[in-house]
């Protein structure tokens, strides 16, 4: 069966592959979101946490010969910990600054980690396999469905699901949602607004790290990971607006879609899609598709 | 007017003589010449920079796309259409002053953090385009850019007549700089650096300042790619990559944001480092950048130029 020359499975496969990036997308646009809503701070190393998650599972196998599901307990906790530290050592000076100066600290902070890993790992990716449980894949018909791939799409829905239930329909939400609002009428409640924030950053970058732990089996594990998606993920904000949850899931997962089709159609331009909409919704709607203009 | 006037046209112009004095002597007093016109063509783009994020208030983060743009621009003309040198540079200027004007539009629609991520994407987009395009040779980038003659007579394959013709370039940059600050525009600028609704209720069209700024800074920035890509004599994709963009605002912090010759101490600052790291540390190189801008922005937020001008400011205080 073929749709406009292109075989449905090609189609397919494709579709599958930009709900997979998609789905990279959202945690991380959804991760930079939240720690924007709270700390007013542009998270420019958040593409290094997504690369450390990353290279955490592939040490974890590599030194410790703990797999693929050990990684994906322990890989957020050992970067959500790591972000905490770096909250508490270096972010926490900028808030009462500019919000420029957050975005030139981090990002000063994402050179650093790269050059490390650089020099620890070289430029060059290493393999890390897809888990048991996961390999091959399952035949529907009408499509050959990897099952790894299947796998992330529906983890990383599960996980963006929570995130979104956790901060929209409970009490820790709540306060999260009100010390957005206004940060000192919380503190003046009694409740300890600097721990929320560090707690909060800690929970931004972890997001982050599952994403690594994630993509591990499907790209190549490197040091330059975290830099070629962070800026795409920068575009999918400014799309989406980071004034509501569900509004940068659901531009994350378009957009990747939206690069899976266009591999499809017009390949030499799969790579700049995202920034071409980029353009397009500034023209037509400057605020983002989910934003409020502060 | 109290006894004591500062002037700062005087001060201006007495660093800028010095600045003149220090680059005719310069190649005589064991100065690479190559590395000194690398810098000066840096120290105009963290000038350009400087322009937009020091007098205006918007950190751009794709001023790499201008530069690179323009080394294109002008690498192409001269070496494929045999255009002389000036045309050459003027080409350049040209295309990275309309990119800028395209990219300004875009990027002024969005104020504040989301105006850095829109020009660091737009940025990014055309470093994708440069390394798809034909003409710029992909990862391999154009090489063998001549040097040609000035105004047809001087023969700027002497590496001492470029450098002089670099330093005049310079020069007349910097000077250009001084006049935009100091001009009325300038100071509707600095209005609405400080305080842009006010600015808009005063009357001003604060979207056609900006953007004649960015485009007036993606224009400069230009003339610093054509100069650096006439200097080095090839053309590269690392030039239009993210950390060019990112190289440049550190440059502009070190030396100090908001002064005229911040950024050409910071640039000096930089690329000497740079260059003096380059054979030792290898790819530590990057972590020691990374770790400069930490420690710039945590306690060294005024930069070079700007803890000189607030130190002169208490001698001042003092001696009244």
Redesign the interface.
């Known amino acids: 069966m073929e749709i406009l020359g292109i075989p449905l499975q090609a189609l397919l496969g494709q579709l599958l592959l930009g709900l997979v990036n998609g789905s990279f997308y959202a945690m991380l646009s959804l991760g930079l979101a939240v720690i924007f809503g709270l700390l007013n701070i542009?998270n420019f190393s958040h593409g290094a946490m997504y690369m450390m998650g990353a290279y955490v599972a592939w040490m974890m196998m590599e030194y410790l010969g703990l797999g693929y599901w050990w990684s994906l307990a322990i890989a957020p906790i050992v970067i959500g910990a790591f972000g905490i530290v770096i909250e508490r050592l270096?972010i926490r000076?900028?808030y009462k600054?500019d919000?420029?100066?957050g975005?030139?600290?981090t990002?000063?902070?994402?050179?650093?980690?790269?050059?490390?890993y650089?020099?620890r790992f070289g430029a060059s990716g290493q393999p890390y396999g897809v888990p048991d449980a996961l390999r091959g894949a399952t035949n529907l018909g009408f499509m050959i469905l990897p099952n790894y791939r299947a796998w992330v799409v529906v983890a990383s829905l599960l996980v963006c699901f929570l995130t979104w239930f956790v901060i929209e329909r409970t009490r820790i939400g709540s306060y999260l949602r009100a010390g957005t609002e206004n940060p000192r009428l919380v503190q003046a409640f009694g409740v300890n607004v600097p721990r929320m924030v560090m707690l909060t950053y800690g929970f931004g970058v972890a997001l982050a790290a599952v994403a690594g732990v994630l993509a591990a089996p499907i790209i190549q594990v490197s040091p330059l990971m975290g830099?070629n998606v962070i800026?795409?993920v920068?575009?999918v904000?400014?799309i989406g607006g980071m004034g509501s949850i569900l509004g940068s899931i659901l531009t994350g997962l378009a957009l990747g879609l939206v690069e899976g089709l266009t591999r499809v159609f017009y390949p030499?331009a799969s790579?700049?899609v995202?920034?071409?909409v980029?353009?397009l919704v500034?023209?037509l709607r400057?605020a983002g598709l989910f934003g409020r203009e502060? | 007017m109290g006894a004591i006037v500062h002037r700062p046209g005087r001060d201006f112009g007495f660093g800028l003589l010095a600045l003149a004095v220090l680059g005719l002597v310069a190649p005589w007093i064991g100065l690479y010449p190559v590395f000194v016109m690398k810098a000066l063509c840096f120290a105009m783009f963290a000038c350009a920079f400087n322009l937009l994020l020091g007098f205006t208030g918007l950190l751009s983060f794709g001023h790499a796309a201008f530069f690179a743009t323009a080394g294109y621009a002008a690498g192409h003309a001269i070496k494929v259409w045999g255009w002389p040198m000036e045309a050459g540079l003027g080409f350049a200027v040209l295309c990275s002053g309309l990119l800028g004007l395209a990219i300004g539009a875009l990027a002024i629609r969005r104020q504040g953090i989301y105006f850095a991520m829109v020009t660091l994407a737009l940025a990014q987009m055309v470093f994708f385009v440069f390394l798809q395009a034909k003409f710029t040779g992909g990862e391999d980038g154009l090489q063998g850019i001549p040097r040609g003659r000035l105004l047809g007579a001087l023969d700027l394959a002497d590496d001492l007549n470029l450098y002089y013709a670099v330093l005049a370039i310079f020069l007349a940059c910097l000077a250009l700089c001084y006049r935009i600050v100091h001009s009325p525009y300038g100071q509707v600028l600095k209005a609405i650096r400080e305080n842009e609704p006010r600015a808009l209720s005063l009357g001003y069209r604060v979207d056609r300042y900006k953007l004649l700024a960015f485009v007036l800074s993606a224009s400069l920035a230009g003339l610093a790619g054509g100069c650096k890509a006439l200097v080095v004599g090839f053309e590269t994709l690392t030039d239009a990559a993210w950390q060019m963009s990112g190289e440049v605002v550190l440059m502009t912090l070190v030396g100090g944001v908001g002064t005229l010759f911040g950024p050409v101490i910071g640039a000096f600052a930089i690329v000497g480092l740079q260059d003096q790291l380059a054979d030792r540390v290898g790819s530590w190189v990057q972590v020691i950048l990374g770790l400069t801008f930490i420690v710039c922005v945590l306690g060294f937020r005024r930069g070079i130029a700007g803890e000189v001008a607030a130190w002169r400011e208490r001698r001042r205080a003092t001696s009244r």
């Open positions: 542009i270096l000076h900028v600054l919000h420029l100066y975005l030139l600290l990002f000063g902070l994402a050179l650093v980690i790269e050059g490390v650089r020099d830099s800026i795409v920068f575009a904000v400014v030499e790579a700049t995202v920034f071409v980029m353009a500034l023209m400057p502060s």
